[in-house]
């Protein structure tokens, strides 16, 4: 599959929304009153676990978007706890808000969505679904999956081998989160063209380490016999590369979200691709619309989910080994970083500076 290095940013472009002016209150004498609940911008994050995206990208694009715009930002992560998102919910809405963007971990934002819409604040999904929310901003999730899926066809047809006999096992996410799904039907949609069909599936999660453990016991299950490896994201594909390496393998195996391990993998040919959903467009077009929400405007969008929720799809690309600079160049990650000694070499042959 080609690999293409642009960019795309007009994905939300068709979103009926205002110009980021500034919203501050000013009181008499020029000085500017205290905060209202109208003026916050209430977010929360799942975790620090699954991904390092939460917040090393999005906590600082969302922030500076709210701020720079003239409105509060009250920014907080669960930490991978069920219990204290609905504790921070409960916080926030007891300081007010003026809108929610919630990213779902296992469930717990549909309680929130539910009490904040009851108190007639507006609420984005951003980058899972949530059941109720009144709009949804994610990258398009199937498109992912479908980027993923094309990638272990052309890694088998590249390998000499025939996708439709090959041995081939599905690494999915956790079916708790909801984008899980659309990335299996996107991925599935490709590969069953091919006449791809799982040799081996095991139960999704989102644990590199427990991605490893099920991985290592679907191989044993097949005899050790294996020829690529669907897994759904570059944290669970680094388990399964784990075990890999402990059998002497080197197969197709898919990814995404351009970590740093998952760009290293695709640099020393262990991962063959990883999707690049770069995430500071994905906070651009959530706080685009949060704030036209704050400021009392009606926005639209193009796109429904099947519950008919408006959504906001952002368009991913795939990257390889020759476009790993694409997204150091971006600022989404740094040579330092991924250029470490067992990579240098990697680095230097695909110009990775």
């Known amino acids: 599959m080609k690999k293409s290095l642009l ?3 007009a994905a939300f472009a068709s979103v009926s929304l205002l110009m980021l002016a500034g919203c501050s209150n000013s009181g008499g004498g020029g000085e500017t009153t205290a905060t209202t609940a109208a003026e916050r911008a209430c977010v929360i994050l799942p975790d620090a676990a699954t991904s390092p995206r939460w917040e090393t990208l999005d906590r600082p694009s969302l922030d500076k978007a709210f701020t720079d715009a003239g409105f509060e930002a009250d920014i907080q992560n669960a930490q991978g706890d069920t219990s204290k998102y609905a504790t921070i919910a409960d916080q926030q809405l007891s300081k007010g ?9 296992n469930g717990a934002a549909v309680a929130v969505a539910a009490k904040a819409k009851g108190e007639g604040i507006p609420v984005i999904a951003y980058d899972r679904p949530i059941e109720g929310a009144d709009y949804y901003v994610s990258f398009d999730n199937e498109k992912v999956g479908e980027l993923e899926g094309q990638s272990i066809v052309d890694g088998l047809k590249a390998a000499g081998k025939d996708p439709a006999t090959a041995s081939v096992v599905y690494m999915g996410g956790d079916p708790a989160d909801g984008n899980a799904k659309m990335f299996h039907d996107g991925a599935d949609k490709i590969m069953a063209a091919a006449g791809i069909k799982p040799a081996q599936e095991p139960p999704g999660v989102w644990d590199g380490d427990k991605s490893a453990t099920n991985f290592e016991q679907a191989l044993t299950a097949l005899g050790g016999k294996v020829d690529a490896v669907w897994v759904a994201n570059d944290t669970n594909a680094a388990g399964v590369i784990t075990i890999l390496d402990k059998n002497g393998l080197t197969v197709p195996v898919s990814g995404q979200d351009a970590s740093v391990a998952g760009l290293q993998n695709v640099l020393l040919g262990k991962q063959t691709a990883t999707v690049y959903k770069q995430v500071p467009l994905e906070a651009d077009a959530a706080s685009k619309l949060a704030i036209s929400l704050l400021k009392g405007d009606k926005p639209t969008a193009d796109k ?3 519950d008919g929720t408006p959504y906001i799809a952002v368009t991913p ?3 390889g080994p020759a ?4 997204v150091v160049t971006n600022g989404d990650a740094s040579a330092s970083e991924i250029c470490t000694a067992e990579v240098q070499a990697a680095c230097a042959q695909y110009g990775v500076k």
């Open 7 to 9: 960019i795309p940013v």
């Open 97 to 105: 808000c003026g809108v929610m963007v919630l990213v779902d971990y």
């Open 304 to 306: 429904k989910l099947a």
């Open 323 to 326: 476009d790993v600079e694409t």
């Open 317 to 319: 690309v795939l990257v």
